[in-house]
């Protein structure tokens, strides 16, 4: 396993942006298919956005399309999700999760085996 520590979340007004961050601990970063979840109060976790292990793939879901983005910087073992547009219905807890696969996309929640402690994003309206 690998540990996970995201940072970037905060406060902010309907239409802004946030920059979320995902640093890893591990020398093997780039074998890590990375993706992030969320978690608003009373819902299940739900997958957001994936990318395989050297950028070349992503996938996110539909009601984010558009608005976030999705890297990562293998030389400094981080990924983010840039998120544009912001929605009160993007509030929740977001997570980082790092999957060992042959797959270069992942969206299901048992699929990563790796998780962070999360970070709230909070978007007033």
């Known amino acids: 396993q690998v540990q996970l520590v995201e940072s970037g979340g905060g406060l902010v007004q309907a239409g802004g942006s946030l920059r979320l961050s995902c640093a890893a601990s591990?020398?093997?970063?780039?074998?890590?298919?990375m993706g992030w979840f969320r978690q608003a109060p009373g819902k299940e976790r739900e997958f957001v956005a994936c990318?395989?292990?050297?950028?070349?793939?992503?996938y996110y879901t539909d009601s984010v399309k558009g608005r976030f983005s999705i890297s990562r910087d293998n030389a400094k073992n981080t990924v983010y999700l840039q998120m544009n547009s912001l929605k009160p219905g993007d509030t929740a807890v977001y997570y980082c999760a790092a999957a060992v696969t042959s797959r270069p996309i992942v969206t299901n929640r048992q699929g990563f085996g790796s998780w962070g402690p999360g970070t709230q994003v909070t978007v007033s309206s």
């Open positions: 990318i395989s292990w050297s950028g070349g793939n992503t």
């Open positions: 591990t020398r093997a970063f780039s074998g890590y298919v």
